[in-house]
């Protein structure tokens, strides 16, 4: 497998905008074939929330395999490192109106049967090709992850979300409801195929994302303690550098340059594109995007175009993109547009943990604005929360989370333990 830069040095060569966690080179294919093969097809009966459609096996990696694996790619690794069976699922879900359809993702179980086993779930960053989700990457965060914590005697789970993978649909970028939901019965559908596999998932779940992970990683959170599933069990939270308060900390720095300005014109256009087909704030593209961007956007972000045609076709920063009108709009927003960024921002504000809350990010980061973590840190605190943050150094977006995730798996072990 080819080796992936990150979003930021992409863009840069091709003068252009974004950022994504992806996997270095490595190679899950030296036990089974790459799960980029084929695309389910489609499903003619309505499944229920959390059934499976279908379960595909994709690798099965011995102990020595994961290790060099999770050696290559650069994510932690456990002392003891287990083998590990690597599944991708479809199940069915909601969609953001509560209708029913199907998504998919990953679940990873140790080889070692166990009848008593702790869930990991990891929420993955920002992705706007649905070639590029978890379960049809081989090469993707959302399947390292979930391997490196089944290596570790957990299973391992990362959801697509709505709309990438062999969800069908637009995603829903940065929609909190969805994201939890989502996640929700991709745990409920990987109980059910541990099952068949003769291993019992015992309900607790430890929750962990990246990026627009944890944002989503917050969601699901507050989702599964305000009981989602009776057998499911919030444990613990470990989000990563996430987008938490869009309004009072990441649409600032994204609007006064204090951010990369290449990946904020992404994040920017992707969420106006995502968020206008749920909450309608423009009825045609030219009161958002200067010309010829008006033509385009609505077209690049429609899940089937590729990162690099997505980059190509974006300017270098978010003034060249947008309206002098929109961007007022933006700095003061009001009716549907105000109502699009504080529905999604509340995932920090509106419910108290009962479980600890550990939050990671990096003062260096250019992508997500440190200040997301500092005021969920705050949020969380005045809610009585025991929750603490950690700065992993002035180091870029995904180098917060190669230095977060090597912790977030050492606190998730010693309460594996408990």
Known sequence: MRSRLSFTRRLLALACAATLLTVPAATIAMAAASPTAARPQAVAAVPDRGEVVSATGVGRLSSKQVAAYLHKTGFPAPKTVGGVDLYTLVYGTVTVDGKPTTASGVVALPQKRRRDLQTVIYEHGTMATRNDAPSLDGESDGQAIPIAFASAGFAGVAPDYLGLGSGPGFHPYMHAESEATASVDLLRAAR????????????????TGFSQGGQAAMALGRELQRGADGRLRLTALA???????????????ALSGDLDPLSSTFYLAYWIVSMNRLYHFYDTPDQVYRAPYDTTMEKLFDGDHAFEDIAAGLPP??????????????????????QAIRVNDTTCTDWRPRVPVRLY????????????????????????????????????????????????????QQLQKH
């Open 192 to 207: 059910t195929m541990a099952a068949r596999h003769g291993q019992r998932l015992n309900g607790q779940v430890l929750v």
């Open 317 to 338: 920063n978010p003034r060249e993109l947008l309206t002098e009108d929109f961007l007022r709009r933006l700095e003061q927003p009001t009716g549907t547009l105000l």
């Open 239 to 253: 989000p990563i550098s996430g987008p938490y308060d869009v309004e009072g900390a990441e649409l600032p720095a």
């Open 361 to 412: 990010g990096a003062k260096g980061d250019g992508d997500v604005a440190f200040a997301n973590a500092e005021h969920c840190l705050r949020d969380l605190r005045a809610h009585g929360a025991d929750v603490s943050l950690t700065n992993v150094g002035d180091v870029d977006h995904n180098t917060s989370a190669f230095r977060s995730l090597p912790l977030v798996l050492r606190w998730f």
